[in-house]
């Protein structure tokens, strides 16, 4: 089985995830509180700790979604994989786009 040569995650804050459940048409969902948010965030930093920890040939990404459109979203990918096929040092922690 291959692994991938990247795991990236779209960051998004809890509070600006309440602010946009808030602001869809129908409002929020039941799961979508502070709490549940937070603890998914929670298990998100952990599961991208684990590859960045024990798979070092596997580049990790974290992109903040914070106050970006998402044509800013998708050049920050961009340009975090171009980074991944330009790179092949090993990596100590995520980086951050």
Do not use: K
Request: glycine residues 8%; positive net charge.
């Amino acid at each position: 089985m291959s692994r991938p040569p990247t795991v990236m995650l779209l960051d998004l804050a809890v509070e600006d995830a309440l602010a946009r459940a808030g602001d869809r048409r129908g409002g929020s969902e039941l799961h979508e509180t502070a709490g549940p948010l937070s603890l998914v965030r929670q298990h998100d930093e952990t599961a991208l700790a684990w590859p960045a920890r024990t798979r070092p040939e596997v580049a990790v990404h974290r992109v903040d979604r914070r106050g970006r459109t998402a044509a800013e979203v998708a050049e920050a990918v961009r340009d975090a994989v171009g980074s991944t096929a330009a790179s092949t040092r090993t990596r100590g922690g995520p980086d951050r786009c």
